[in-house]
């Protein structure tokens, strides 16, 4: 009696990543060579740039490239491979959270949620949240810690929402970033003073269109705000709705 296999379905940069990975280990590529460009490999693979760019990041986690952002990527020596390889792999049980999930997929994830988050919380949020948010925003630029901010403000935005299951998925969204390898060494690589002070005008425009109860405008501003970071992380997350 035949049986079914179970089915794997493989993330496009897992699968750029593999054949990166087989011309580094047949000679293609030599330790301290620098890797074509996002772009070549791009042409190269047929496929996007965005998907390059989280391949050539999950290369780099597993010790196989060193991403010098401004200058290229390199091929690293073994002794880099061995020593990630010693490091711990977070487990996939069903019930836990993935830390295999990439930046592009997260993002498209919030862009199907924030931006209802946002319009209902412009018709439901109390003048506390709006005041909570007020504080995030304003204190952001001056912060040590800005992510934490930015986290605190988009947590407030969902729960403001007044619909405890779109505040409980966004939650769940902000534990599958935060345990996203890619998604955090993707942020080490771009994310410096500057994009901080992008992120900032998004977010007052955004405030500006909650505090005046005007859903529209704030759902169009979260959805270009995550586009704004999709950009800013070189990733290509748009839905393809219109706003």
């Given amino acids: 009696m035949s049986t079914f296999r179970p089915i794997s379905v493989s993330r496009l940069y897992r699968m750029i990543a593999a054949q990166i990975k087989e011309k580094i280990q047949d000679g293609s590529y030599r ?9 070549e490999l791009a042409e190269k693979l047929t496929v996007s740039r965005p998907s390059v760019r989280e391949a050539l990041i999950a290369l780099e986690i597993e010790g196989w490239v060193d991403v010098r ?12 491979r061995m020593n990630a390889s010693a490091l711990p792999v977070a ?3 069903a019930g836990s959270v993935t830390s295999d ?22 018709r439901n949020a109390t003048q506390e949240q709006l005041e ?6 304003m204190t952001l630029p001056h912060s040590g810690s800005p992510t934490a901010h ?3 403000l988009h947590l ?5 929402s007044g619909n405890a299951a779109l505040a409980s998925i966004v939650q769940h969204l902000w534990k599958l970033s935060e345990a996203s390898a890619i998604f955090t060494k993707l942020n080490q690589h771009y994310v410096y003073d500057e994009v901080w002070e992008k992120a900032h005008v998004e ?20 959805h270009a705000h995550l586009m704004g970071i999709s950009q800013r992380l070189g990733l290509d997350a748009n839905d393809d709705r219109e706003s």
């Fill in 132 to 137: 909570q948010m007020n504080v995030s925003i």
């Fill in 31 to 39: 330790a301290g060579e620098r890797l074509p460009s996002e772009r």
């Fill in 150 to 152: 930015n986290d605190t």
């Fill in 91 to 93: 487990r996939e049980d």
């Fill in 69 to 80: 952002v401004g200058t290229g990527v390199f091929v690293t020596g073994p002794e880099v």
């Fill in 101 to 122: 999930i990439g930046a592009n997929d997260l993002l498209q994830a919030r862009l199907l949620i924030e931006p209802v988050c946002a319009e209902l919380a412009a």
């Fill in 203 to 222: 977010h007052l425009e955004l405030l500006t269109a909650l505090q005046k109860r005007r859903p529209k405008a704030a759902r169009v501003a979260m």
């Fill in 156 to 160: 407030l935005i969902a729960e403001a």
